[in-house]
């Protein structure tokens, strides 16, 4: 018996707009850590690195939810045509 994340990786793999760049955007701990070694090289200094590295990953995840909720919120819209006379 396969368990639910399976089923949703399925899901997510069908998809033909899944990415590296997508699936790390939903994981941002995993995308801040691999901001923090460039960042640390960049910048020089481990806590900024991190500190900014986690402020960059949730910035990132936010701006993909709030993309995928209006992406959806579009579609549902634009199946059910109502017009207000």
Do not use: E
């Given at each position: 018996?396969?368990?639910?994340?399976?089923?949703?990786?399925?899901?997510?793999?069908?998809?033909?707009?899944?990415?590296p760049?997508?699936?790390?955007?939903r994981k941002?701990?995993?995308?801040?850590?691999?901001?923090?070694?460039?960042?640390?090289?960049?910048?020089?200094?481990?806590?900024?690195?991190?500190?900014?590295?986690?402020?960059?990953?949730?910035?990132?995840?936010?701006?993909?939810?709030?993309?995928?909720?209006?992406?959806?919120?579009?579609?549902?819209?634009?199946?059910?045509?109502?017009?207000?006379?």
């Amino acid at each position: 018996m396969r368990h639910k994340s399976y089923a949703q990786s399925d899901k997510m793999r069908d998809s033909p707009f899944v990415t590296p760049m997508t699936l790390l955007a939903r994981k941002p701990l995993l995308l801040a850590f691999l901001l923090v070694l460039p960042l640390w090289i960049v910048l020089g200094n481990f806590i900024v690195a991190a500190s900014a590295a986690l402020l960059l990953a949730f910035l990132i995840a936010m701006c993909h939810a709030l993309y995928t909720l209006k992406k959806s919120a579009g579609d549902k819209a634009g199946q059910t045509h109502h017009h207000d006379d």
